[in-house]
């Protein structure tokens, strides 16, 4: 069993940055996907953190905005975002998948935080 916490979301304005923290409780250490979702649509590729840190991927719709990065020793998982915009309101949720896992797919998640919702508005 593994449970996630997300936190760090709230109201920013654009152009502003936020750290986004997802605590894993769990017994090993695992891969983790940022997903985000807006009302009415699918679940959105973020970022993805291999298990030892060595491996990240972005949707192209973040790179160079989002980075992804983990302390094991916390088991953590922070995703920071810079140059908010309005369309990156959405709750933002973390999910355990594996290293060889397609990391894009909500599918081959097998758990999930409740998520951290993110307001970006002037």
């Known amino acids: 069993q593994v449970t996630l916490v997300e936190s760090g979301g709230g109201v920013v304005q654009p152009g502003e940055s936020l750290r986004l923290s997802c605590s894993v409780i769990?017994?090993?250490?695992?891969?983790i996907s940022w997903f985000r979702q807006t009302p009415g649509k699918e679940r959105e590729f973020v970022a993805f953190i291999s298990r030892n840190g060595g491996t990240t991927d972005y949707a192209d719709s973040v790179k160079g905005r989002f980075s992804i990065s983990r302390e094991n020793a916390k088991k953590m998982v922070f995703l920071d975002i810079s140059s908010l915009k309005p369309e990156d309101t959405a709750v933002y949720s973390c999910g355990v998948t594996s290293d060889t896992s397609d990391h894009r797919v909500p599918f081959e998640h097998t758990y999930w935080g409740p998520g951290t919702q993110v307001t970006v508005s002037s």
């Open positions: 769990g017994r090993s250490i695992y891969a």
